[in-house]
Nanobody
Framework: QVQLVESGGGSVQAGGSLRLSCVTS????????MAWFRQAPGQEREGVAA????????YYVDSVKGRFTISRDNAKNTVYLQMNSLKPEDTAMYYC??????????????????????WGQGTQVTVSS
C-alpha cells in the first residue's frame, strides 16, 4: 500500500511563503509522476503542479507560475512545493498525489485528478489579506 504524508501547511499573510513536503513510503514512487493538488471549500480539486520521475520537467497551472516551485528528492522519497508570494486565493487544502507510472504528456492529464491513483490526507494552507 502506497502512503503519502504531507506536511508544512499553516497560516500566513499575503505575500508570505510556505514549503510543503510529501513523504512517500513506497520505494516504487521513485518511478512515478508526482503532483500537488488543492481544493477550496465548495470547489473542485485543482491540479497545481506536477514533476517528472527524475525531477527534470515540471508543469504548473497558470495561476501559480512564477510563484510556486515543485521539486523532488528521490533519495529522500520526498516531493516539495515551495510557495512564494502567497495570495488569499491560494487558501485551500493541499494534497500530494502519485501516478502509477512515469507518464508525462504536457497539456494532457498532468494536472487532472483522474491521472493519479494515490493520495495523501492533505495539509491546510490559509492565506490572510
Amino acid at each position: 500500500q502506497v502512503q503519502l504524508v504531507e506536511s508544512g501547511g499553516g497560516s500566513v499573510q499575503a505575500g508570505g511563503s510556505l514549503r510543503l513536503s510529501c513523504v512517500t513510503s513506497e520505494y516504487n514512487n521513485l518511478r512515478k509522476t508526482m503532483a500537488w493538488f488543492r481544493q477550496a471549500p465548495g470547489q473542485e480539486r485543482e491540479g497545481v503542479a506536477a514533476v517528472s520521475v527524475r525531477g527534470i520537467s515540471m508543469y504548473y497551472v497558470d495561476s501559480v507560475k512564477g510563484r510556486f516551485t515543485i521539486s523532488r528528492d528521490n533519495a529522500k522519497n520526498t516531493v516539495y512545493l515551495q510557495m512564494n508570494s502567497l495570495k488569499p486565493e491560494d487558501t485551500a487544502m493541499y494534497y500530494c498525489a502519485a501516478a502509477t507510472s512515469g507518464m508525462w504528456v504536457v497539456g494532457g492529464n498532468l494536472l487532472s485528478p483522474r491521472a493519479y491513483t494515490y493520495w495523501g490526507q492533505g495539509t491546510q494552507v490559509t492565506v490572510s489579506s
